[in-house]
């Protein structure tokens, strides 16, 4: 069930270049009012001497056919199963990897791990 909604943010090129000749860009504004869901999972990796690592990674799951890539970040992630306006998470969060999750036919959904992005590079 798909109770939140989220911005995408795409950089685009401004076809301009910097000092050093590398081009330049902003993050943009690609599609807002984006219908996903937010959760919270816990991923455990065993290592080679029997460590075992636990963390708390960030899934988004989104609608089958929703343009998202690996290079997008994700903001604003709102509630709107409940009060409206209520901010879950205001982000901002780089897509890692995007998993398209087949039914028994075709595209079932969209599964998105992300990470949060430092303060200054939205």
């Known amino acids: 069930m798909l109770i939140h909604e989220c911005t995408i943010r795409r950089y685009v090129e401004d076809g301009l270049t910097d000092s050093h000749g590398q081009p ?13 869901n937010l959760q919270w999972r816990t991923v455990t990796e065993l290592k080679n001497d029997g460590f075992v690592a636990v963390a708390r990674a960030q899934v988004l799951f989104l609608k089958a056919g929703q343009d998202i890539t690996e290079e997008d970040h994700v903001t604003d992630i709102m509630d709107i199963d409940g009060i409206d306006g209520i901010v879950v998470d205001g982000g901002p969060f780089a897509v890692e990897e995007v998993k398209l999750q087949r039914g028994r036919k075709r595209e079932h959904h969209r599964e998105c791990r992300l990470k949060r992005v430092k303060a200054g590079y939205v």
């Open 24 to 36: 330049t860009g902003a993050w943009q504004v690609w599609e807002t009012c984006v219908k996903c």
